[in-house]
């Protein structure tokens, strides 16, 4: 079964830039079924996507966070990336990468997600 | 932003209970709905999508429906395993949007 495997710094300074990125394993990230995304859940709140990315490099981002936010993917690596600069306190969360289903004629969904990571922001 | 409201925040039920979750579109979905249950330091898995299919490996105890922009998660039989936060999403336009989340409680 596919795995996705976040990694990446757990403490971040505020004004820097959060990078973390997601390893794919038993699968593969050029599928032409799938988009990659980044979804986070900040400490008794809900979850909020921020963005995706296809193996070709297509990408999709929050419009909330668009201006700070880059998704890319390497399919040598099998990895996807998220890069978040100037990053404040409002930004500490949990940080998932999850596998998004391109349905034809219905929602898209996701279906495969990692355990998450902390991200603190803090000095 | 389509706004995705869920209803009640919180529920407490037993074993062998019939429950059921409610999620209000700010706006018409048509059948671009899914539920996702996320246990405690765990990441979300998904339920059901487009309403009412089960995801692969889900009970058949939980189920889906729709009235408009009102979405309905319906648990039967609630077993143990059941307890813990359900979130529905919407992925008819962008950005996708979570509801706030029903906590599951015994």
């Known amino acids: 079964q596919l795995q996705l495997q976040e990694s990446g710094p757990g403490l971040v300074k505020p004004s820097e830039t959060l990078s973390l990125t997601c390893t794919v394993s038993r699968g593969s990230i050029s599928s032409s079924r799938h988009f990659w995304a980044w979804i986070r859940q900040a400490p008794v709140k809900g979850l909020e996507y921020i963005g995706s990315v296809f193996h070709n490099g297509d990408t999709y981002y929050n419009p909330s966070l668009k201006s700070r936010v880059t998704v890319s993917v390497d399919t040598f690596k099998n990895q996807f990336s998220l890069e978040l600069n100037s990053v404040t306190a409002a930004d500490t969360a949990v940080y998932y990468c999850?596998?998004?289903?391109?349905?034809?004629?219905?929602?898209?969904?996701?279906?495969?997600w990692g355990q998450g990571t902390l991200v603190t922001v803090s000095s | 932003d389509i706004q995705m409201t869920q209803s009640p925040a919180s529920l407490s039920a037993s074993v062998g209970d019939r429950v059921t979750i409610t999620c209000r579109s700010s706006q018409n979905i048509d059948n671009y709905l899914n539920w996702y249950q996320q246990k405690p330091g765990r990441a979300p898995k998904v339920l059901i999508y487009a309403v009412s299919t089960l995801q692969s490996g889900v009970p058949s105890r939980f189920s889906g429906s729709e009235s408009g922009t009102d979405f309905t998660l319906t648990i039967s039989n609630l077993q143990p395993e059941d307890f813990a936060t359900y979130y529905c999403q919407q992925s008819y336009s962008t950005p996708w949007t979570f509801g706030q989340g029903t906590k599951l409680e015994i």
């Open positions: 999850a596998r998004r289903v391109l349905s034809v004629g219905g929602p898209d969904y996701f279906d495969e």
